[in-house]
């Protein structure tokens, strides 16, 4: 019998078990370590691991930095993007047929209040002008020989009066006859029919005389219509209309434009609306990087059905007329102050239901979640309100975090 195999079965045992059962020996014998050395720190580690495991009951507390922050009050300000607008622009229209008769003026020109325009063709209308004139004239003339046969109406009906009167009292002493009397009373009847009849041809000479005079008004617009004025001080913002052009009733002459005063246009949606109030400062960065200043001056009390939004305007002077018609304006309108807390952006975080906020430390030490509203973007952090007014924000750690979980928190300083 061979000796060498069972002696090598033997050898690959006990090989097996030293690496299985007596790891920590082995390895601290290849270490020139002692076995009693490794028996303790095994002894002194197996504690630890029970604790460990134990607090997963819940008494792990994460760690956290926070700061303490309390709310200050600050300028709020409602930012929104506009255009200028002129403070007033006319397109200044014909409101009668003719040609233009006047030299036309370019775009760009200024222009006072009074200034022509565009004049066009008198034609017949002076003439139309003299008739109406002389029919005026003719109306008035027969007044007094109205007047006259109202007077001598009266007249008559007074003679028939008092022959009537004569008659009545003859007829009652048996002195007259009934023919008489009768007589009498139709000749008074007459003299007040006549009476009504001068009356009548009174009131239609004075209504001849009223529609001459109407006439006449007529025919002196008709005239002043075919001069066209500049409404207000300001600029050409088109050609006017050419020598020889037909102008007819709302043709354009010109548009004119006033820019020595200039409104700021933008739209404020309804969250924000009654953040604002008539009379409020507000300014504008333009495109050009001009910066402007001003007032509101209105606020719309109807929405934009389509975009729900109100219309805002802020006057702004511009006597150089630096500030064009139609120009972007980034416009900051004051509002109301308020208290905010102002914390780095890197705090804010969403809660499962994707709202903005940001986590806090609870005054039993465990986390929570707080909506806020964000008021201002600033280079030193960002203003946040719906806070409380102090409250211990997290700002390292609050996405590690839910609400309830307990925590160990170390504090900052906060920023001011």
């Not at 389509?306 to 416009?331: S, Y």
């Amino acid at each position: 019998m061979r000796i060498i195999p069972p002696l090598t079965a033997l050898v690959v045992t006990a090989s097996l078990y030293a690496l299985v059962m007596e790891r920590d020996s082995l390895l601290a014998f290849a270490r020139g370590e002692e076995a009693t050395d490794v028996e303790t720190e095994a002894e002194a580690t197996a504690p630890a691991q029970t604790k460990l495991a134990d607090a997963g009951d819940g008494a792990i507390h994460v760690a956290v930095v926070a700061v303490h922050s309390t709310a200050r009050a600050i300028d709020n300000a409602v930012v929104l993007r506009g255009q200028t607008r002129a403070v007033r622009e006319v397109d200044v229209r014909a409101e009668t047929t003719s040609t233009v008769i006047s030299d036309p003026l370019r775009k760009g020109a200024s222009v006072k209040a009074g200034d022509i325009l565009c004049e066009l063709d008198a034609g017949t209308r002076p003439a139309s002008l003299h008739e109406a004139q002389a029919r005026l004239l003719e109306a008035r003339a027969k007044v007094p020989e109205a007047e006259a046969r109202l007077e001598e109406a009266h007249a008559v009906l007074d003679e028939a009066q008092i022959n009537l009167t004569a008659a009545q009292k003859l007829s009652e002493g048996g002195y007259a006859s009934e023919t008489r009397l009768a007589s009498a009373k139709a000749a008074e009847r007459t003299a007040q029919a006549a009476i009504a009849s001068a009356k009548g041809g009174l009131e239609s000479t004075r209504a001849g005389i009223e529609s001459a005079v109407a006439a006449v008004a007529a025919a002196e617009k008709e005239i002043d219509r075919l001069v066209l004025h500049a409404p207000f001080d300001g600029i050409l913002e088109s050609d006017t209309a050419e020598v020889g052009s037909l102008l007819q009733p709302g043709s354009l002459c010109a548009t004119v434009i006033q820019l020595d005063t200039i409104k700021l246009v933008g739209y404020v949606p309804e969250a924000a609306i009654n953040r604002l109030s008539l009379g409020a400062q507000a300014g504008a960065r333009l495109t050009t990087g001009q910066q402007v200043a001003g007032h509101v001056t209105f606020i719309s009390r109807s929405a934009d059905e389509n975009t729900r939004t109100f219309e805002v305007e802020i006057t702004v002077p511009n006597p150089d007329l630096a500030i064009r018609d139609g120009q972007t304006a980034e416009i900051m309108i004051a509002s109301q102050g308020t208290k905010a807390h102002q914390l780095p952006q890197s705090a804010l975080t969403l809660n499962n239901e994707g709202q903005l906020g940001v986590r806090v430390v609870r005054d039993d030490r465990t986390a929570g979640f707080v909506p806020v509203t964000l008021l201002r973007d600033e280079a030193t952090g960002v203003w946040l309100d719906g806070l409380p007014e102090e409250a211990d924000v997290i700002v390292v750690g609050q996405d590690f975090v839910t609400e309830g979980v307990a925590l160990d928190p170390t504090y900052q300083e906060a920023r001011q």
